[in-house]
């Protein structure tokens, strides 16, 4: 089971709205990453984070911010949403050290499928 | 795609059949991965193949490696229900995971 939460689990906003969509990891992950992923599409990477006070901008272009204050805890923010906007969130991490070896699998959280009308 | 293509998009089979998907990259990679997303899910991490390796197992199943042709295959061994799924494969550049389209694999019982 994995030790990623996301929240919501759906959410169904109004254009213009300011929304915070949450990921908290327990395994103590350094690196953690938001996708966006249209159904049946491929996921695109729009924000990623090495630690605390590390964020960077994916590959593609997003109106959301993150933020990392805390090692656990990775949220993404959209200030004004838009029907442009709805799409589902993944939400994931890595830690760097498993079992004495280093990790390169990622860790998904259940994701956020938002909708904006 | 921006680096990994599967193929194809989409496989139907019968329960207890073995399903072949097929992933191809473009540069060169640190290590390729496989990954499951069952409908409205999260992905789930299935086996990772480094560069150097050709052929690794794990349970039912087998995945290749060709970097020179610079493409990789997920093999599933007799198939169940539970498989129905949609596969990705996903290639390393530096720090960062770049996944393709993904198979939509559908098991028929």
């Known amino acids: 089971e994995a030790d990623i939460y996301q929240t919501p689990r759906y959410l169904v906003i109004g254009t213009g709205k300011k929304i915070t969509l949450e990921c908290s990891q327990t395994?103590?992950?350094?690196?953690m990453y938001w996708y966006q992923q249209d159904p049946g599409m491929e996921l695109h990477l729009i924000h990623y984070?090495?630690?605390?006070?590390?964020?960077e901008k994916g590959d593609l272009s997003s109106e959301s911010t993150v933020s990392r204050i805390r090692t656990e805890h990775f949220p993404l923010t959209l200030e004004s949403a838009r029907p442009s906007h709805t799409s589902q969130y993944l939400c994931?991490?890595?830690?760097?050290?498993?079992?004495?070896?280093?990790?390169?699998?990622?860790?998904f959280g259940s994701g956020t499928r938002l909708t904006v009308v | 795609s921006q680096q990994g293509e599967e193929d194809p998009q989409a496989l139907s089979i019968q329960e207890g059949e073995n399903a072949t998907m097929n992933c191809s990259y473009k540069?060169?990679?640190?290590?390729l991965q496989w990954y499951r997303q069952n409908s409205g899910r999260g992905l789930v991490h299935l086996i990772l193949?480094?560069?150097?390796?050709r052929e690794k197992h794990s349970g039912r199943l087998r995945v290749t490696l060709d970097t020179s042709k610079k493409s990789s295959s997920l093999l599933i061994t007799a198939s169940r229900a539970a498989d129905t799924a949609s596969y990705f494969c996903?290639?390393?550049?530096?720090?960062?995971?770049?996944f393709g389209q993904g198979t939509r694999l559908t098991i028929n019982p």
């Open positions: 994931a991490s890595r830690g760097l050290i498993v079992g004495g070896e280093e990790n390169y699998g990622y860790t």
């Open positions: 395994m103590g992950h350094d690196k």
């Open positions: 984070s090495y630690g605390v006070n590390s964020t």
């Open positions: 540069t060169s990679i640190n290590n």
């Open positions: 193949i480094r560069s150097n390796e």
């Open positions: 996903a290639t390393a550049l530096g720090q960062k995971l770049v």
